[in-house]
């Protein structure tokens, strides 16, 4: 078998004094996108953070495409592949949609182009020319997510991109997540909705308290379903 794109293995991290990653494991296959289930501050955002580098209070071994990341800086980060869309967006409101587009620096091979990225997102190409103020949440998601499929990234890390959208929105980019699976794009979800994951995700992690707890493949999700009721509350 071989290497996995993503190796982490006994990640901790702190704020301040807090410690809030407790030895976390997991690895991720090129091509794969695996999701991270839990409740809000089981530490899935902070895993994310730690992966990329924005926390850098944390010890362990963070690997990736065979590369130990865990002394490099954030921006060698970035231009190594791993593209990181925060659950809060982080969207330029004065800018229009395709000044937002054009602002990211394309940091690796492969990044897509405008054009490439009207195809995946349509409603992005028909605001265009709209300010990010004026976009709704659902398209905000969108060109968050777009402008990291502009750099180049190889593995993107995805922070609740369906919280708080309308049905048809998560719809919409879940049916974007199974075209980027489709190109080979590697895949880390953060995601509390484990019904609309299911359509997308090929193994599951389960975190409590900065660890994770348990580990699985879509297909053994319908035998999970107790355990994720009475772990998630739902």
Request: include cysteine; proline fraction near 4%.
């Amino acid at each position: 078998m071989s290497a996995p794109l993503l190796n982490v293995r006994d990640l901790h991290a702190w704020y301040g004094e807090s410690h809030v990653l407790h030895g976390v494991n997991l690895t991720v296959a090129e091509g794969e996108m695996i999701c991270i289930l839990g409740r809000n501050g089981m530490g899935k955002t902070t895993t994310l953070r730690s992966i990329m580098g924005i926390l850098r209070k944390r010890s362990g071994r963070i690997e990736f495409a065979g590369r130990d990341m865990t002394a490099v800086a954030l921006h060698q980060t970035a231009r190594a592949g791993l593209g990181f869309v925060p659950e809060e967006r982080g969207i330029f409101a004065s800018l229009s949609v395709e000044e937002n587009l054009m602002l990211p620096p394309k940091v690796a091979e492969g990044g897509m182009s405008v054009e490439e990225i009207y195809d995946l997102f349509p409603n992005l190409k028909e605001r265009r020319n709209s300010q990010g103020t004026k976009l709704s949440g659902g398209e905000q998601q969108m060109l968050a997510m777009a402008r990291i499929l502009r750099t180049g990234a190889r593995c993107l890390l995805l922070d609740e991109p369906t919280e708080g959208l309308a049905p048809v929105i998560i719809q919409a980019i879940g049916e974007v997540l199974q075209k980027l699976k489709g190109r080979g794009m590697t895949v880390v979800l953060v995601e509390q909705n484990f019904r609309f994951a299911a359509k997308v995700a090929d193994r599951f992690y389960l975190m409590d308290h900065g660890r994770m707890t348990a580990e699985f493949p879509v297909a053994e999700l319908p035998a999970q379903m107790d355990m994720l009721h009475r772990e998630l509350g739902v």
